[in-house]
């Protein structure tokens, strides 16, 4: 189970045979400036199925698996989100890749996607994850440098939960790299899964080319034990047999959650449930009454009827509009609540305290019931919820939601009553403790980075009193962050008087999938440019000599001559330290390397350099850098700041 696509499996064609997506959905296409050179080879892997292997020992071809990334038309979120927390990419191969070369990539350079290659100059095998710590690994594992010989099976193993990436060489254990728990795989939507070579720029940029037999490729939405990679091994793919089941649903940017035969639909607060026509998708070659697309009424549940392609297999789906996820409806579902232990410098789970608050239809629009608002305060370093008198206001809480991803439909609102904020605004949750606590506590919502945990907006609740009042972050004060993983963070430090917080009636305007990723600079200087004469990356409408990309990276304005100096501060000689502006990391897709040299000719990476944010306009921050102190004592040192 868990099998989304498989190619080279014996016929002498480029069809994915999983039987995962309809017929042809990801089906490989030759490319490379040798396309046509591509071959298929009867050369026997020993203890396998027969058929016909990719033969790539031509040069410069490689297999593009299609509608892999969002640039294609009729893109299919297969192999970037579900493998992003476990997957097992499996597979037998003839011949050693160049350095650094992949066997099977979904890009794996420049911070984003993943590959299965060669580590570096080394004879063995890596499974290259970005956005984790040693994201190549280390060059352990089983020397298999003799592959121009002979064949080997080759599984790389994810596990998000276990924090592993391993690999197995023939069935065997071959290595295993560790991180730390939950770190996040950067996904790569915009380039296509690649079978022997990589993309790593938009079409038709391909390379790394591998020259030599790939056979049986497979790739699973799940982390495989070893001894269902030796099955996998010795195990042809049994055609999935004819199915019946609904595989998405919902409206854009508003799926449904599918527990079959289920579905659960949320939908934002105010909504018109009474005409919707959602959309949805199905297993190759079934058929559903209604049809995709139809309008009907939800103000009660609606039955969707599937068959299956031999007319053998039906299932009945009841889709339940009104519960199910956390966004845009004034559900509170999964939240994490904790408390600050002082003695520990620590934030403390007290799960099972997880918040739920429902929504209702009536007369057929979604709304929250009344009185289903949240009480919570620290007492005694637990939570008290609803009820109860204890003074001991000392402790700070949290709420934070789940991670979300907004979408720039709307504003943001929070309802609050009881106390108030005093001072000022924090600016992650390990301030929060400290600076609130020390001017007479802080009450109030943040929306924070999942990226690396700054908090991009943070407002107070600015009055005493019962009565409820809304927290708005504006349509536009959101918009620099829409497309990004946020959490929503709702803070209570109490100190003195009025220490009780009450909460309800929260609306995020996103959803808890991510969006189609569409390429960060295209989107900004479309929507934020329109007029410009040019708007290619490489473009200098205003003639400074300075690009639009450059610009885009940097918090520059394009087609402002004015606009050219991203550096603040400029570098003190004695200390190290300057101060230059930014694209905010996690809306760029960029990453902002400190870099040196002596001669203007070999430039080196300061990867001591400390980069601290201490500001923020929007989408664009301060940077203070410190060099390390070493380079001080150059008789000339030369500093720029690179962003890939």
């Known amino acids: 189970t868990g099998l989304v696509g498989h190619w080279a499996s014996g016929p002498s064609n480029l069809a994915d045979s999983s039987g995962f997506s309809p017929a042809g959905t990801h089906d490989g296409v030759a490319v490379g400036g040798n396309a046509s050179a591509l071959a298929f080879n009867a050369d026997d892997v020993p203890g396998t199925f027969g058929g016909s292997s990719f033969d790539l020992r031509a040069g410069n071809v490689g297999v593009l698996v299609g509608n892999s990334a969002n640039t294609d038309g009729a893109y299919v979120n297969t192999f970037d989100d579900p493998l992003s927390k476990q997957c097992t990419i499996a597979f037998w191969a003839k011949a050693f890749p160049d350095v650094w070369g992949p066997w099977v990539s979904k890009k794996g350079e420049n911070g984003a996607g993943w590959q299965v290659r060669r580590h570096a100059t080394d004879s063995n095998a890596c499974f290259t994850v970005r956005g984790i710590n040693n994201d190549d690994g280390t060059n352990n594992g089983t020397n298999i440098n003799d592959l121009n010989a002979a064949w080997h099976h080759i599984a790389a193993v994810w596990d998000q939960a276990t924090g592993t990436r391993t690999i197995y060489v023939d069935g065997a254990l071959s290595s295993v790299e560790k991180n730390v728990i939950g770190q996040t795989m950067s996904l790569s939507h915009d380039m296509h899964l690649m079978l022997g070579s990589r993309q790593q720029n938009p079409d038709p940029n391909y390379d790394g080319y591998f020259s030599g037999l790939l056979y049986d490729v497979r790739i699973y939405q799940q982390a495989l034990f070893s001894n269902q990679v030796q099955t996998v091994m010795t195990t042809p793919v049994t055609p999935q047999a004819p199915d019946a089941k609904i595989r998405s649903f919902g409206l854009p940017g508003l799926p449904g959650v599918i527990v079959n035969p289920n579905i659960s639909w949320t939908l934002p607060v105010g909504t018109n449930t009474t005409a919707l026509a959602p959309t949805f998708t199905l297993t190759a070659g079934a058929t559903c009454t209604p049809v995709s697309g139809t309008t009907r009424n939800f103000t009660t549940p609606q039955t969707y009827t599937v068959t299956s392609s031999d007319s053998l297999v039906t299932t009945v789906y009841t889709v339940t509009v009104g519960a199910g996820n956390n966004f845009g409806d004034g559900t509170l579902q999964g939240w994490h609540n904790r408390v600050w232990d002082a003695s520990a410098g620590a934030w403390v789970d007290l799960d099972p305290n997880v918040i739920t608050m429902p929504v209702g239809i009536n007369g057929g629009v979604i709304q929250p019931p009344s009185g289903d608002d949240y009480l919570f305060r620290a007492v005694g370093g637990a939570v008290q919820p609803n009820g109860g008198q204890n003074d001991n206001h000392l402790n700070t809480v949290w709420l934070r939601s789940p991670q979300f991803y907004l979408n720039g ?77 946020c959490t929503l963070d709702l803070i209570n430090s109490c100190n003195g008087g009025w220490g009780w917080l009450i909460m309800g009636n929260v609306s995020i305007p996103g959803s808890g999938t991510p969006p189609v990723a569409v390429d960060p600079f295209t989107s900004w200087i479309t929507t934020h440019y329109p007029g410009l004469s040019d708007k290619s990356p490489g473009g200098t409408p205003d003639g400074d000599g300075i690009s639009n990309l450059t610009k885009f990276a940097f918090g520059l304005i394009p087609g402002s001559g004015a606009s050219v100096n991203p550096i603040t501060s400029q570098v003190d000689k004695a200390t190290g330290m300057f101060q230059y502006t930014r694209r905010y990391p996690a809306v760029s897709g960029l990453t902002y390397t400190v870099m040196t040299s002596t001669d203007l000719l070999t430039w080196v990476t300061d990867a001591s350099a400390g980069q601290t944010v201490v500001s923020a306009t929007g989408d664009v921050q301060t940077v203070s850098v410190t060099l390390s102190g070493a380079l001080l004592s150059t008789p000339r040192l030369f500093v720029r700041v690179s962003a890939q």
């Open 409 to 485: 439909s709307g504003d943001l609102t929070v309802q609050m009553a009881k106390g108030m904020a005093h001072g000022p605004a924090p600016t992650d949750d390990r301030s929060v403790p400290y600076s609130s606590l020390a001017n007479g506590g802080w009450k109030g919502v943040a929306l924070r980075s999942a990226f690396d945990g700054t908090f991009l907006l943070a407002k107070p609740r600015t009055t005493e009193g019962d009565a409820m009042v809304t927290v708005t972050f504006t349509t536009a004060e959101l918009a620099p962050f829409v497309g990004i993983a």
